[in-house]
């Protein structure tokens, strides 16, 4: 299987912001929320799972696709674009978003031509 997201450059990144802010790992995962073992986990080599990645990826202001190769080569269906922007606007509760995107879809399902 082809890794996707390139963890070493994530871990060497993350360590970059940590020594900037002059931090200690533990303060660092304090700071993200996150154990301090999903960091230990990282830096050998593991993984993060989505809800630590998310939360680090916030903790440092990185972006995702820094450590995707290929990330953003081309771009994605509009559909999926305009969901992605649906479950991101602060002004719509989850519940809202969802309705949004379930009229969406489906009326895109019945207008587009295909």
Known sequence: ????FD?????????????GRQMTWKEVAE?????????SRIGQGAKPDVNGLA???TWSNLKA???IPRAGQQEAE????ITALL???????GDKAKLMEDIVISTY??????
Do not use: C, Q, W
Not at 7 to 19: C, G, H, I, K, P
């Open 7 to 19: 963890s070493e450059a994530f871990y060497a990144a993350l360590n970059a912001a940590r020594l």
């Open 65 to 67: 696709e820094m450590f």
């Open 1 to 4: 299987m082809t890794d996707h």
């Open 87 to 93: 479950r991101a606007d602060p002004k719509l509760s």
């Open 55 to 57: 939360a680090l990826l």
């Open 78 to 81: 509009p559909i999926a674009r």
């Open 109 to 114: 399902k019945k207008l587009r031509d295909d």
């Open 31 to 39: 700071e993200a929320g996150v154990n301090a073992s999903t960091l």
